[in-house]
């Protein structure tokens, strides 16, 4: 599902790269964790497997797809087609309703509008929020929120899931919940995930560990 080969990454003026010849695989509905000391770099890789940042070399294949040799349209096409994306901070749109965010996937990849109902309303049951899609993300809890950027993740059934840190900012409990609820759907869905987490119990839970060290990748 994910394969990358040679990714090496280098902020201009940085004395070294942040990292170097990185090399590795996320099979068809595998959940990986990636775990590694603050600082060394996870969140920089997420972004250029996601094609938000640019590596300096190697190659990202989605799909069986090189995201490195698409024009960006494209690029951009099967990135919305394909990654599901949830963030440490949310990024819940704040001028939307809960239902509307997580129609916006939706949107970007073409789901006939007579669906849309249908699987947001779904997905809303299945993160607990049955009632909550009219709701103003300004009115929901930290935890709801992550609720809600999970069912946006996964309401356009992609294939990949890149997760950054998506049960940080909630205390230990209600990250255990809403990491279950990630862990069920992308199962149910057999959708793969890469998920940056400074948790051992969240790592435990999924099916690889990949541990990001200044040297490389250790498995
Ligand atoms: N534009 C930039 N120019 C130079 N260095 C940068 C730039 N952006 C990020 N870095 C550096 O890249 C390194 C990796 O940052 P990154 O955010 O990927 O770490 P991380 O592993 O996600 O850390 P954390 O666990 O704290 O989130 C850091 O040392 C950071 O300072
Ligand atoms: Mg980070």
Redesign the pocket.
Do not use: E, L, Y
């Given at each position: 599902m994910l394969l990358v080969s040679g990714l090496t990454k280098r902020?201009p003026n940085?004395l070294r790269p942040?990292f170097r010849d990185l090399n590795f695989s996320v099979l068809a509905g595998q959940i990986v964790a990636l775990v590694?000391e603050?600082?060394?770099?996870?969140?920089?890789l997420l972004n250029c497997i996601a094609g938000l940042e640019t590596a300096e070399a190697g190659s990202v294949q989605i799909d069986s797809q090189n995201m490195m040799s698409l024009a960006e349209a494209e690029r951009a096409r099967l990135r919305a087609a394909s990654v599901g994306f949830v963030f440490q901070a949310f990024h819940v749109l704040p001028t939307l309703t809960v239902a509307q965010n997580i129609a916006v996937p939706l949107l970007l990849t073409r789901v006939p509008v007579a669906e849309h109902a249908g699987r947001i309303g779904t997905l809303l049951d299945r993160v607990g929020l049955a009632d909550f899609g009219a709701r103003w993300p300004a009115s929901l809890s930290g935890g709801e929120l992550q609720r809600v950027a999970i069912a946006r993740a996964l309401v356009h059934r992609p294939q990949l899931i890149l997760a950054d840190e998506p049960t940080g900012n909630l205390d230990p409990r209600t990250a255990n919940e809403v990491l279950s609820l990630l862990l069920e759907r992308c199962r149910e869905q057999n959708t793969a995930a890469l998920i940056v987490t400074h948790s051992a119990q969240v790592a435990a839970r999924c099916d690889h560990t990949l541990t990001l060290t200044p040297d490389g990748l250790a498995a």
């Open positions: 902020h940085a942040i590694g603050s600082g060394v770099g996870k969140s920089t």
